[in-house]
Structure formats: structure tokens, C-alpha cells
Nanobody, 123 residues
Framework: QVQFVESGGGLVQSGGSLRLSCAASGVIFSYYSIGWFRQAPGNEREGVSCISSRDSRSYYTESVKGRFTISRDNAKNTVYLQMNSLRPEDTAIYYC????????????????WGQGTQVTVSS
């Protein structure tokens, strides 16, 4: 059974940090590029960051550049999203998604999605 499971969300004060994890099972993880998305109440889902399977090339949406860092550990079948200098506008449910392709972007058709983890940043 294929699963992508997010963890690491929580409540943090503005300026704080969280590290999200996306753990995969049931797939050859190194074949998959991974994207992080988020959705706040009343908003559309937006891409946050993605990392390629081929060379770990990363991409970030403008609003998180310099604050968030995506990384992957293929030995642990896990992708991480380190989030620093968090702001109230970062509050959302964060989802990871996987695509079996060496390079992806936010518009790519992803094969699998996790169930999400809530991130709440208080002011």
C-alpha cells in the first residue's frame, strides 16, 4: 500500500520554526519528486516548495524564499520542509505530494497525496 504521511505540524508563535516531514512507504522513494502544498481556510491550494528526484533541485514560491528549506533523505524515504521565521499568513494545512518524474513543478500531475498536517502561526 502506497502512503505519504506528513508530520511535524503544530502551533508556533510568529518568528518561530517548525520542521515538517513527509514519509513514504510502498514506493521506490528515490524515483519520486516531492512537492509541498498548503491550503488555508477560504483559499485555494498553493504550491510551497518542490524537490526533484534526480538531483534534489529545489524550487520555492516567492513568499517562502529565504525562510523555508526543502530537503530529502532517500535512505529514510523522507522529505523535510524546514520552516523558519514563520508568519501568521503561513497558517494552513500542509500537504506533500509525489510524482514519479525527475523534475516537477507545482502544476505537475501528482500521483499521490498525503493527508496533511496543520500549521498554525500565532501573532
Amino acid at each position: 500500500q502506497v502512503q505519504f504521511v506528513e508530520s511535524g505540524g503544530g502551533l508556533v508563535q510568529s518568528g518561530g520554526s517548525l520542521r515538517l516531514s513527509c514519509a513514504a512507504s510502498g514506493v521506490i522513494f528515490s524515483y519520486y519528486s516531492i512537492g509541498w502544498f498548503r491550503q488555508a481556510p477560504g483559499n485555494e491550494r498553493e504550491g510551497v516548495s518542490c524537490i526533484s528526484s534526480r538531483d534534489s533541485r529545489s524550487y520555492y514560491t516567492e513568499s517562502v524564499k529565504g525562510r523555508f528549506t526543502i530537503s530529502r533523505d532517500n535512505a529514510k524515504n523522507t522529505v523535510y520542509l524546514q520552516m523558519n521565521s514563520l508568519r501568521p499568513e503561513d497558517t494552513a494545512i500542509y500537504y506533500c505530494a509525489a510524482a514519479q518524474h525527475p523534475y516537477i513543478d507545482f502544476k505537475w500531475e501528482y500521483n499521490y497525496w498525503g493527508q496533511g498536517t496543520q500549521v498554525t502561526v500565532s501573532s
